[in-house]
């Protein structure tokens, strides 16, 4: 950190006080500061204490001339290395993920292209309206670092996540963005298979099942923001390609099997999709109402990926497959293990309506044995799995 310049703008909240404290380590570790109050930033903080602990002039306003003509506000955006916002308030983070310039601290954010940090602090209702959710989702989405906030009691009394993280925390994230350490799955290569299959009956009718590719698009999603350079095989279903993920679109099981046997990697395999069991031996035309009642359909087994992966001569060195079960979930899935060549399997209990959903409720089920992960949203459980991953790429380390 000595050396760098922290460009810290301190937002209108009763947290700002505890901007001082940061800006005491940030000088005490050797980093310059600029700082920058908000108007009502300015009401928690006085620009004075401010000034003295940054020893550096506070900048407040777009139209202070004096200091615009000493450096103006596009290259005061743009010489620091580092911009951090605390603490950032609902409000400065919706005009940042709107694109707002309407204050000096908004117009900085705007006109900058160096690493900002937002460290949020703010009443636990305000923190958890939709309305923060999404603006936080689209800042994370343009690239800005959002911690979490701390959860405990409020100023106001309530409690809940939205107080400023503590100081060591808030270094610690500063330290890391200055000198990144490298993602946990850098050089890493997975494939991911997610989504149901169609397999056709004639060429307007299919067999399908009602996975929705939630959870399989967030590991991909998850596996991708922890450096892993991601394969991820898709059924049929109208979900974005997560960021920095290569998406190969299929239909059918064996047209899965053939994707995920050319792009085949050496490290990681995910099998989340709902790779229907069966095909029908399908017609070529259309099947037609007749006097002879419904058609038979005659099912023909379609290959198990997951198996033919896990027992394969190029296996990659992780193997993850996904178990849907009724009942018995535990004997069910360690039971997957052996016959699929899994090193582990993610036991879901489907008898609940997880389908379409964005909450689910798995086990990890290892040679060791399973853990019962509780009830999570499908997120959770993909971030926390790519934990587990990195956890198992870097054990040496
Ligand atoms: O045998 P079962 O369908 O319960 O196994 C589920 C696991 O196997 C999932 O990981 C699924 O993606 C995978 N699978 C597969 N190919 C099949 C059937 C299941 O890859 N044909």
Same mark, same amino acid.
């Given at each position: ?207 399908? $099942? +009602?996975?929705?590719?939630?959870? @399989? /698009? !967030? ?6 923001? &922890?450096? #892993?350079?991601?394969? %991820? ?80 001569? $190029? +296996?990659?060195?992780?193997?993850? @497959? /996904? !178990? ?6 535990? &004997?069910? #899935?360690?039971?997957? %293990? ?60």
């Amino acid at each position: 950190m000595h050396g760098k310049t922290i460009l810290l703008i301190v937002g209108g909240g009763i947290a700002a006080f505890k901007s001082l404290e940061l800006v005491r380590e940030l000088r005490r570790a050797g980093a310059r500061v600029t700082p920058v109050l908000t108007e009502n930033g300015a009401r928690f903080v006085t620009p004075l204490s401010l000034a003295a602990l940054a020893e550096a002039p506070v900048r407040t306003s777009l139209w202070d001339l004096e200091a615009e003509a000493g450096m103006g506000h596009i290259q005061l955006s743009r010489s620091a290395d580092l911009i951090v916002v605390c603490p950032a308030t609902a409000d400065l983070m919706a005009r940042a993920a709107t694109g707002e310039a309407n204050d000096l601290a908004a117009t900085l954010l705007l006109a900058t292209d160096t690493p900002v940090l937002m460290v949020p602090a703010m009443n636990v209702r305000m923190w958890q309206h939709r309305a923060t959710v999404r603006n936080v989702a689209t800042l994370r989405h343009d690239g800005v670092t959002v911690m979490e906030p701390d959860v405990g009691e409020m100023a106001c009394g309530e409690f809940g996540p939205g107080r400023l993280p503590q100081v060591p925390a808030i270094m610690e994230s500063i330290a890391d963005l200055l000198d990144p350490t490298p993602l946990p799955l850098a050089g890493r290569r997975a494939i991911v298979t997610a989504g149901p299959t169609h397999e056709a009956i004639d060429p307007v009718r299919y067999l399908g $099942n +009602r996975s929705s590719g939630k959870q @399989g /698009f !967030a590991i991909a999603a998850s596996l991708a923001a &922890a450096g #892993a350079d991601v394969t %991820l095989v898709a059924g049929p279903v109208a979900l974005e390609t997560p960021d920095g993920v290569y998406r190969v679109n299929v239909t059918s099981a064996r047209e899965m099997a053939d994707a995920v046997a050319k792009f085949m990697v050496p490290d990681i395999a995910v099998m989340v999709a709902a790779v229907a069991d069966w095909r029908v031996d399908a017609a070529e035309g259309k099947l037609k109402k007749g006097d002879g009642g419904p058609p038979p359909l005659t099912l023909v087994e379609n290959p198990d990926i997951l198996a033919t992966t896990g027992h394969g001569a $190029n +296996r990659p060195r992780l193997v993850i @497959g /996904f !178990a849907a079960e009724t009942g018995d979930l535990l &004997a069910n #899935a360690t039971a997957k %293990l052996a016959k699929k060549g899994a090193d582990w399997i993610v036991a879901n209990d489907v008898s609940a309506g997880v389908f379409g959903s964005e909450d689910t409720h798995v086990h990890l089920v290892t040679r060791q044995g399973s853990e019962d992960w509780g009830p999570a949203s499908k997120l959770t459980v993909a971030y926390r799995l790519t934990g587990r991953i990195s956890a198992e790429f870097n054990r040496d380390k």
